[in-house]
């Protein structure tokens, strides 16, 4: 959405760190309150998280995301942005991934209202995460719906699949999903990357790159198939028993038995 079409931002005397502060703290209490103790410790665990950590389902974060933007009103651009910050960065010592989540769903939400100079902000984001429960929602609902609304900016995955943080490179190739699990998008760059990337060593990679063919091949099967079959001896089994779950029989066979002979697959 142009800037143009955005809502007017406050007033100096209403500023958006200011009149994102009860927002935030609204959504917070409520978090808190729907918070489970148990729960808490379940998911620290299995995240492997050094986050706080209250214990909120996600429907039950998405309800109270959604009930206090109702609550507030129309968030314009500046106020969204302090909000997510807000809900980001605090408490500065013991940051909370509910807070965090609170915000990606803000994100979601207002994606509209995105611009490409917003991306430093999501790039940061995505750096700090460090976990795909954050990183997933941020790269295939907030990034991917900005870049295909601006394909000027899409350079910047250029250079987050080269990157040294794991979670960016994952980042690069998931903010491409949504297009191509639709039968569209852009498939030579979400090629390149997986090619280029195929032999890493991170599981994430290697899940997000079957990921993103599994989806494909909803619309197009046949493209993911000519595309993986020479790669069957380069690829790693979780990219290739993730990628083949909705090909066809006889095609699923064939790449799955070319995998573990570590040669490329012959389809008919």
Known sequence: MPRSSRPAEPTPATSPARSAGAFVAAVDAALRAAGDPDR???ERRYLKSDLVHYG???????RIVRTEVRAAGPLAHDRVVAAVLLLWDEPATDPVHERRAAAVELLEMDVGLLAPDDLPVLERLLRESRTWALV???AASVVGPLLEAHPEALDVLDRWVADDDVWLRRAALLALLVPLREGRGDWERFAGYADRLLEEREFFIRKAIGWVLRDTSRRRPELVAAWLAPRTGRASGVTVREAVKRLPDATRTELLVAYREHRPARLA
């Open 40 to 42: 808490a410790d379940q």
């Open 56 to 62: 909120v389902t996600v429907p039950a974060l998405r």
């Open 136 to 138: 997933d929602n941020l």
